[in-house]
């Protein structure tokens, strides 16, 4: 039996949070640790204390907010992580109650996973948020509400696609191992948006694994937020990568290791 290792990127929403904790004591697969890897000074989290967890939760943080330094804290994570493989979600992505079953089926040692979201509403989020009732989250009270991205709602476990692109930070797993080899994350993004997926997916694969989409097996729900990603910023960290990718280093310099 897999024991994974759940990394959730987390900035700022102590109340998300505290929903995806919840879910995750819920999941039907139950061999895994929680790390929160907060890109921000440490937080306190006294008010999971008393939610009675069955899982052990590790904190990593920066020792201030210098701005996005999310694969900084991706690779604090990747050293503690004591799991064969890791998955990665972020702190506004509740997981279906099946996701981390569907990673410790699908994830091998040759595999990258990944899957996507559902788009939860407006109205819906601040319910979930009011009430901390995650049974708000079935089909027909999602189907209703206005959230979007209706199609990643259907729980089609068997469905397995194998792809060429397409991790998206936000849903992914693979074995420690690989990310080891690759030195992990590469610190040199310091912009949202292609660093802790694209860049580590193009490495990844040049390593000669395979891509598998579990996007109706591994489940989230992510909760509605104003949009916080900067166009300009995205556009320099595609501008990084294709340097990067020309100058073919597999192994990050500016990685795990320094």
Excluded at 159 to 183: D, P, T
């Amino acid at each position: 039996m897999k024991y994974l290792s759940v990394v959730i990127a987390y900035y700022k929403n102590p109340a998300a949070l505290s929903l995806i904790i919840k879910a995750l004591e819920r999941q039907s697969y139950q061999n895994f640790e929680i790390i929160i890897a907060e890109d921000d000074k440490k937080s306190d989290f006294d008010f999971l204390v008393n939610q009675n967890l069955k899982h052990k939760i590790k904190h990593v943080f920066q020792s201030e907010d210098t701005g996005f330094r999310k694969n900084a804290t991706l690779n604090k994570a990747l050293a503690i992580s004591e799991g064969t493989h890791l998955v990665f979600i972020d702190g506004d992505c509740i997981p279906h109650h099946q996701f981390l079953k569907a990673y410790a089926g699908h994830l091998t040692d040759e595999n990258i996973c990944f899957g996507r979201r559902v788009m939860i509403s407006p109205k819906l989020t601040s319910a979930l948020y009011h009430t901390g009732d995650l049974g708000l989250l079935n089909f027909a009270t999602i189907f209703f509400s206005g959230s979007k991205r209706l199609k990643y709602l259907i729980y089609l476990p068997l469905i397995i696609q194998k792809r060429e692109s397409g991790i998206w930070g936000h849903n992914w797993g693979v074995a420690k191992k690989h990310l080891l080899e690759i030195n992990g994350f590469d610190e040199d993004y310091q912009t949202a948006g292609v660093g802790e997926d694209v860049d580590v997916e193009w490495r990844l694969l040049s390593k000669g694994l395979k891509l598998y989409s579990i996007r109706f097996a591994a489940i989230q729900f992510h909760l509605h937020h104003k949009e916080n990603y900067n166009r300009e910023d995205v556009q320099k960290g595609k501008k990084l990568l294709l340097q990067k990718q020309k100058d073919g280093f597999i192994r990050c310099k500016n990685g795990l290791i320094k």
